[in-house]
C-alpha cells in the first residue's frame, strides 16, 4: 500500500513519491558542534523541475561541508539562503551521495527511474553568461554547493539534484562507498591533473598533507597512477603504515615538528625560529624520499597551519595548489618565494564533469580503492561530524547508511 511517509530503510514502491520525508536538519538554534547541532524531523519532499532529479538517496558522505554547516562558520547558510529569498529556516546537508532514481523532470534525459547513481556536488545555472561564454561551469560564477550553500542534501530520504550531477554508479562499488568518493577523489584529481603545466609525471615527487583523510588517501593513490611519489604528512604511525600501504614512498609525522601557524614578521627571532622548524621539516622531506630533491607539487587543504612550510619547501617552479583550508583561512606567504624561485600558488575547487566521469571510470575499473573505511548508522549523523571536527575519524572515507537496507548493496530490488 502507498503511503505519504515511509520509515528509514523502508523502500516505497519504485517511482511513488511520498508527500514528507524523514531529514537529519540543522536549525540556527541548534548551531555549535556537530554532536548538538543535529537533529531528525520529517519534512516536505521537495518538488523537481523539468531538467531534476528526484534520487531515493541509499547513502551519504561524511566531509567538512557538515562540520562548517554546524557552526555556521564561516558563512551562515541558511541566513544566505534567507537573503536569496528562501523560506526554509532549516538546512539539509549532505554534499555527496549514492541512490536511486525515484522521479525525472519532463527534459531529463540522461538517467531514467530506477538507474543508480553518485551524486556530484557542485551545480550551475547552464543559462548562465559566463558558461555561455565558455567558462568551465564548475567556475561559473553561479557554481554552488550542493547540500552546503543549497538546501536538500543528502542527508534526507529523497534528494533534488540537476540531471548533470548524476554518474550511474560503478557495479562494483556499494552504495556507501560509492556514497563518499566523489567530493574527495574528484577534488584531488583536479588538483593533481587539472593545472597544466603542473600536473603530476612520472618520477615527480609530491608531497601531501593530510595523507590519511579523505583527500589525501586519493591523492597517495593518484600519484602513485601517474607514476608519481607520493610523500604523505600523518598525526600517528598508525596512518603511517596506512598511507605506506596505499603506495607511499614515505611519511612525514607532523607531530615531529611545532613551527606550525601564521608567518611571523620576517627578520624577527619568531621567524628564525620558524625558519628553522621549516628547514627541518624540508630535510624530512628528503629523507622520506630518499634524495635531495623538493616537491614539484604540494597538495594543500590545511590552509593557515602549514601554508608557509608548503610554500617554503615547493620545488622552483613547482606548485602548491589548494582546496581548503580546515586550520584556518589567513594564510601568510613570503611572496619572495614565489617571484624570486617562480612558485605558483594555484587555487582549485572540485571538478569538472569530464573530470568527475574519469574518477568514477578509475574507480569502476578497480584502478583506485575508494579507502572507505566506516559506515555509521543514519542516526549517527552528528556523531560522525563530531568525530571528524574532533580528527577522531579512522583513515579514510566515512559514509552513512541513510535508505539502504543493509551494508554491502550494490543494486536495490523493488
Known amino acids: 500500500?502507498?503511503?505519504?511517509?515511509?520509515?528509514?530503510?523502508?523502500?516505497?514502491?519504485?517511482?511513488?513519491?511520498?508527500?514528507?520525508?524523514?531529514?537529519?536538519?540543522?536549525?540556527?538554534?541548534?548551531?555549535?558542534?556537530?554532536?548538538?547541532?543535529?537533529?531528525?524531523?520529517?519534512?516536505?519532499?521537495?518538488?523537481?523541475?523539468?531538467?531534476?532529479?528526484?534520487?531515493?538517496?541509499?547513502?551519504?558522505?561524511?566531509?567538512?561541508?557538515?562540520?562548517?554547516?554546524?557552526?555556521?562558520?564561516?558563512?551562515?547558510?541558511?541566513?544566505?539562503?534567507?537573503?536569496?529569498?528562501?523560506?526554509?529556516?532549516?538546512?539539509?546537508?549532505?554534499?555527496?551521495?549514492?541512490?536511486?532514481?525515484?522521479?525525472?523532470?519532463?527534459?531529463?534525459?540522461?538517467?531514467?527511474?530506477?538507474?543508480?547513481?553518485?551524486?556530484?556536488?557542485?551545480?550551475?545555472?547552464?543559462?548562465?553568461?559566463?558558461?555561455?561564454?565558455?567558462?568551465?561551469?564548475?567556475?561559473?560564477?553561479?557554481?554552488?554547493?550542493?547540500?552546503?550553500?543549497?538546501?536538500?542534501?543528502?542527508?534526507?530520504?529523497?534528494?533534488?539534484?540537476?540531471?548533470?550531477?548524476?554518474?550511474?554508479?560503478?557495479?562494483n562499488l556499494s552504495f556507501e562507498a560509492a556514497a563518499c568518493v566523489i567530493v574527495s577523489f574528484a577534488t584531488a584529481y583536479r588538483q593533481l591533473r587539472g593545472w597544466h603545466p603542473h600536473v603530476v609525471r612520472p618520477n615527480d615527487p609530491v608531497l601531501i598533507w593530510g595523507g590519511a583523510g579523505g583527500l589525501g588517501t586519493a591523492a597517495i593513490q593518484l600519484v602513485r597512477e601517474y607514476g608519481g611519489i607520493p610523500i604523505a604528512v600523518v598525526s600517528s604511525a598508525e596512518k603511517a603504515e596506512f598511507c605506506k600501504r596505499l603506495g607511499a614512498k614515505g611519511v612525514i609525522n607532523r607531530r615531529d615538528f611545532d613551527h606550525w601557524g601564521r608567518l611571523p614578521e620576517v627578520g624577527t627571532p619568531a621567524f628564525d625560529r620558524w625558519l628553522t622548524g621549516a628547514r627541518s621539516f624540508g630535510k624530512a622531506f628528503w629523507d622520506a624520499l630518499g634524495e635531495r630533491r623538493n616537491p614539484y607539487i604540494v597538495f594543500e587543504h590545511s590552509g593557515q597551519d602549514t601554508l608557509p612550510t608548503s610554500i617554503f619547501v615547493c620545488d622552483n617552479r613547482g606548485m602548491v595548489v589548494t582546496c581548503g583550508g580546515t586550520s584556518g583561512y589567513n594564510c601568510d606567504v613570503d611572496v619572495r618565494l614565489l617571484w624570486m624561485r617562480q612558485k605558483r600558488f594555484q587555487g582549485s575547487h572540485f571538478a569538472s564533469t569530464r573530470e568527475v566521469a574519469e574518477v568514477?571510470?578509475?574507480?569502476?575499473?578497480?584502478?583506485?580503492?575508494?579507502?572507505?573505511?566506516?559506515?555509521?548508522?543514519?542516526?549517527?549523523?552528528?556523531?560522525?561530524?563530531?568525530?571528524?571536527?574532533?580528527?577522531?575519524?579512522?583513515?579514510?572515507?566515512?559514509?552513512?547508511?541513510?535508505?539502504?537496507?543493509?551494508?554491502?548493496?550494490?543494486?536495490?530490488?523493488?
Open 1 to 171: 500500500m502507498k503511503k505519504d511517509l515511509y520509515d528509514l530503510g523502508e523502500i516505497p514502491p519504485l517511482g511513488h513519491v511520498p508527500r514528507r520525508m524523514h531529514a537529519a536538519t540543522i536549525r540556527p538554534e541548534r548551531y555549535g558542534e556537530p554532536a548538538q547541532a543535529y537533529d531528525f524531523e520529517v519534512i516536505d519532499v521537495p518538488a523537481i523541475g523539468p531538467h531534476q532529479v528526484l534520487v531515493h538517496v541509499m547513502a551519504a558522505g561524511v566531509n567538512y561541508n557538515g562540520v562548517w554547516t554546524s557552526f555556521a562558520k564561516p558563512v551562515d547558510m541558511i541566513a544566505m539562503r534567507r537573503k536569496r529569498g528562501e523560506k526554509e529556516e532549516f538546512h539539509v546537508g549532505g554534499s555527496e551521495g549514492s541512490g536511486v532514481v525515484w522521479a525525472v523532470g519532463a527534459e531529463v534525459k540522461s538517467v531514467r527511474v530506477g538507474d543508480a547513481v553518485m551524486i556530484s556536488p557542485v551545480r550551475w545555472d547552464e543559462h548562465a553568461e559566463d558558461i555561455r561564454m565558455g567558462v568551465d561551469p564548475v567556475a561559473s560564477t553561479t557554481g554552488r554547493v550542493w547540500g552546503y550553500e543549497d538546501n536538500y542534501g543528502a542527508f534526507a530520504q529523497f534528494s533534488v539534484v540537476e540531471d548533470y550531477q548524476c554518474f550511474r554508479k560503478p557495479k
Open 360 to 414: 568514477i571510470h578509475m574507480l569502476g575499473s578497480g584502478r583506485l580503492d575508494p579507502c572507505h573505511a566506516r559506515t555509521y548508522p543514519f542516526q549517527e549523523v552528528g556523531e560522525a561530524h563530531q568525530l571528524m571536527y574532533e580528527n577522531q575519524h579512522p583513515p579514510g572515507n566515512l559514509s552513512l547508511l541513510v535508505n539502504a537496507p543493509r551494508e554491502g548493496l550494490t543494486e536495490l530490488t523493488v
